[in-house]
DNA sequence: CACCGTTTCAAACGCTTGTTTGAATTTAAG
DNA sequence: CTTAAATTCAAACAAGCGTTTGAAACGGTG
């Protein structure tokens, strides 16, 4: 038994107030966005009290600003950019990057905090956008680029892989954020079939590769 | 000089209470969402009383319910299902469907209330999603997957046609949700160039062809 | 031990929120 | 006009919020 007091959840103890602040307060607000929650869930959850946010961050807002530097910072530590060993074909590339994206937006249970509270900030900019983008986002999607300049044989234009890239971002941030809906509108058996990061990987590398041509079209499935 | 009594714009007047009411309150939480939306705000800018709200719907929940229930009714009024010519091909009809869905949820300049208020409920869905999604959404999906059946010659089955038409709205929604971030992600020159419903619907269509063998692949560009 | 800066705490403050109230006003029928 | 129901209104209410406060508890140093 710890040393909690209530019925309540706890974050790891064996940590900082500071660090168990910061860790609880990207779990609530991964969860439920910056109104809806509240300073006494955060501190709640992390065993301090309410002041001690104010003592240690000064202000909501900051510390908002703090649990995404916090969130993307761990993410990029524990999951490095990915990298192949030096023969592999663009195409399995391609295939391993986006079913990596999936994993992580989709989550084989449920995605990390970590990854929805950036999710949360790309839908819903606040100042802490910039610095995502800038020390996170864009790395990968460079990535993602680089693997279609390969799979084109440079003959495509930086722009339209660029476009080519975010066609191929959309289709998993749809499931993702509007996963909700796409399970009112497939079909349950469907969605218990399709709807898992390996399938929906196959699924939409195959249409990029159809559309660039490095294999046959969508309408004649290979089995 | 109309009847308003402070400096604050005020909704179409000429109407019921009731009807100021729900079409002040689209517009408000379409731009703010649920919780950062306050009676207060709403009944300024219908220019009734803060207890006409009470009065008419109940509870704050209620008339968000209702006034997105209003949104798409509304919208489903002023613009029908899209239909075509009898001799229109498939592809043409691919293009202006898309077109059409980005003009929704782009718009020229920006959204109409009504769209972003649906899209918010796609985001984050609430009691009122489901009625939104079978009145409204799944028409909409149903007459896209028509016309992959049709570009496809019926060799399609009905789920790989959704798992198309789902590549398809994912790849409008991220220009519509992640809208932010995509214009830190591409230069702002690319923005201006190809960040408009015309264009992206161009890139959209061509892609989905491609992958269904119905024109050159992507990377073998034609101009 | 005595001292002092750091950290924690229960309590309260001031403000905004959704909702209610009871009286005033308008509307429509007899 | 009279009357009663429907509608509007200013004001208040209770609850929840972020933030502040001032004192208590702690921890290292001399």
Same mark, same amino acid.
């Given at each position: 038994?710890?040393?909690? =007091? !209530?019925?309540? &959840?706890?974050?790891? !103890? *064996?940590?900082?107030? @500071?660090?168990?602040?910061?860790?609880?307060?990207?779990?609530?607000?991964?969860? =439920?966005? /910056?109104?809806?929650?509240?300073? @006494?869930?955060?501190?709640?959850?992390?065993?301090?009290?309410?002041?001690?946010?104010?003592?240690?961050?000064?202000?909501?807002?900051?510390?908002?600003?703090? %649990?995404? @530097?916090? &969130?993307?910072?761990?993410?990029?530590? *524990? /999951? +490095?950019? +990915?990298?192949?060993?030096?023969?592999?074909?663009?195409?399995? $590339?391609?295939?391993?990057?986006?079913?990596?994206?999936?994993?992580?937006?989709?989550?084989?249970?449920?995605?990390?905090? *970590?990854?929805?509270?950036?999710?949360?900030?790309?839908?819903?900019?606040?100042?802490?956008?910039?610095?995502?983008?800038?020390?996170?986002?864009?790395?990968? /999607? #460079?990535?993602?680029?680089?693997?279609?300049?390969?799979? #084109?044989?440079? =003959?495509?234009?930086? &722009?339209?892989?660029? @476009?080519?890239?975010?066609?191929?971002?959309? *289709?998993?941030?749809?499931?993702?954020?509007?996963?909700?809906?796409?399970?009112?509108?497939?079909?349950?058996?469907?969605? $218990?079939?399709?709807?898992? +990061?390996?399938?929906?990987?196959?699924?939409?590398?195959?249409?990029?590769? &159809?559309?660039?041509?490095?294999?046959?079209?969508? %309408?004649?499935?290979?089995?």
């Amino acid at each position: 038994m710890s040393t909690e =007091k !209530s019925g309540k &959840a706890v974050v790891d !103890s *064996q940590e900082d107030p @500071r660090g168990r602040i910061l860790s609880a307060a990207g779990r609530e607000f991964a969860e =439920k966005g /910056f109104e809806n929650t509240t300073i @006494r869930d955060i501190c709640t959850l992390a065993s301090v009290n309410v002041a001690a946010v104010n003592y240690y961050f000064g202000e909501k807002h900051r510390l908002y600003i703090e %649990s995404v @530097r916090h &969130a993307h910072e761990e993410r990029s530590r *524990q /999951f +490095p950019l +990915p990298v192949w060993a030096d023969g592999t074909l663009p195409a399995e $590339k391609l295939r391993g990057f986006v079913g990596n994206m999936l994993e992580r937006m989709l989550g084989f249970d449920k995605p990390s905090w *970590q990854v929805r509270l950036m999710l949360r900030e790309v839908l819903h900019p606040t100042d802490a956008c910039r610095e995502l983008v800038e020390d996170y986002i864009r790395p990968h /999607f #460079t990535v993602l680029c680089n693997i279609l300049d390969e799979l #084109t044989d440079g =003959k495509a234009t930086p &722009a339209e892989l660029r @476009r080519i890239g975010l066609s191929i971002c959309g *289709q998993c941030f749809l499931y993702h954020s509007a996963g909700d809906v796409v399970g009112m509108l497939i079909p349950p058996n469907e969605i $218990k079939e399709m709807h898992n +990061p390996v399938e929906l990987a196959n699924h939409i590398t195959a249409y990029c590769l &159809a559309a660039l041509g490095k294999r046959v079209p969508l %309408s004649v499935e290979v089995s």
